[in-house]
């Protein structure tokens, strides 16, 4: 399952999408993430299903490495999808049992919420598959340069968030080795119950600890060496330029957007929470 992380890995490519500004992509994606929570019907969540389609064909992104990103998610989705059949009562009840209801309006609760989770995922993924760790450190400086009026340290700031997201593959390899290690010197990890599982985790946590600390510094220390300084008085080899496709990709999702809306408006929402 840990192998499965997909999160901050970046797919080499030359698609539309990848020549998109980084900043009109971290913005389209929270608009895209704004418009999950819109769709109330079902026509909407056709479109917006449809409109996932696209943009992972649009990628380039193999599709198989896309579903590879959804199997950690995979027990949450069944999660909140039984508890939504169960909990959400209303609609034409199609089973009842002692203390069991079970409603149409459950069932498309359960479906509504699975759907939204997986497209909320496979977005946010690609963002982070076709843009660099470097440009998009560069975009989130650029977007939340406003804040530099507070006193923000808005350079750290999206140094450290690119940081975190940049090593979370490498944490996931550390894991993998160390379990691996673990277990070639005859650690136990995969029998016994909740206790015994979780003290068996804990020759896999201390290691990674150290081994997490030990690279900080490390890090630290060739960023010194470079004489990094944060963002003042630091010159960009490669400039953003908004183009033409990052206005036409806004004007797209506009639409998107549009659509769901007055598909909401002329078709019976479903009960969602």
């Known amino acids: 399952?840990?192998?499965?992380?997909?999160?901050?890995?970046?797919?080499?490519?030359?698609?539309?999408?990848?020549?998109?500004?980084?900043?009109m992509k971290i913005i389209l994606t929270m608009v895209f993430i704004v418009a999950?929570?819109?769709?109330?019907?079902?026509?909407?969540?056709?479109?917006?299903?449809?409109?996932?389609?696209?943009?992972?064909?649009i990628s380039g992104v193999p599709m198989k490495m896309v579903l590879k990103s959804l199997k950690p998610i995979?027990?949450?989705?069944?999660?909140?999808?039984?508890?939504?059949i169960f909990y959400v009562r209303g609609g034409t009840e199609l089973v009842s049992w002692r203390f069991i209801h079970i409603g149409?309006?459950?069932?498309?609760?359960?479906?509504?919420?699975?759907?939204?989770?997986?497209?909320?995922?496979?977005?946010?993924?690609?963002?982070?598959?076709?843009?660099?760790?470097?440009?998009?450190?560069?975009?989130?400086?650029?977007l939340l340069s406003p804040l530099k009026l507070v006193k923000v340290p808005v350079a750290?700031?999206?140094?450290?968030?690119?940081?975190?997201l940049r090593f979370i593959p490498t944490l996931i390899d550390e894991i993998?080795?160390?379990?691996?290690a673990q277990k070639a010197r005859g650690a136990d990890l995969?029998?016994?119950?909740?206790?015994?599982?979780?003290?068996?985790?804990?020759?896999?946590?201390?290691?990674?600890?150290v081994s997490s600390i030990r690279r900080a510094y490390e890090l630290a220390d060739a960023m010194d060496c470079r004489c990094y300084t944060g963002g003042n008085g630091r010159t960009r080899m490669k400039q953003m330029k908004l183009m033409p496709r990052d206005f036409i990709s806004a004007a797209v999702?506009?639409?998107?957007?549009?659509?769901?809306?007055?598909?909401?408006?002329?078709?019976?929402?479903?009960?969602?929470?």
């Open 1 to 23: 399952m840990i192998k499965d992380i997909t999160i901050g890995q970046y797919f080499i490519g030359d698609s539309f999408m990848h020549k998109l500004d980084a900043r």
């Open 36 to 57: 999950i929570f819109l769709c109330k019907s079902f026509p909407a969540l056709g479109l917006m299903v449809l409109f996932t389609i696209a943009l992972v064909l």
């Open 74 to 84: 995979a027990i949450i989705v069944l999660f909140t999808s039984v508890l939504n």
């Open 104 to 142: 149409t309006n459950g069932i498309f609760t359960a479906l509504f919420m699975a759907v939204r989770i997986i497209c909320l995922v496979v977005v946010s993924s690609l963002l982070t598959y076709t843009t660099t760790p470097t440009m998009l450190t560069d975009a989130l400086e650029k």
């Open 156 to 164: 750290t700031l999206a140094m450290m968030m690119t940081l975190a």
């Open 176 to 180: 993998d080795r160390i379990t691996n």
């Open 190 to 209: 995969d029998n016994g119950g909740f206790i015994k599982r979780a003290k068996a985790l804990i020759p896999i946590i201390v290691p990674l600890f």
């Open 253 to 273: 999702t506009a639409l998107f957007v549009a659509g769901i809306i007055v598909l909401n408006h002329f078709f019976k929402a479903v009960i969602v929470r």
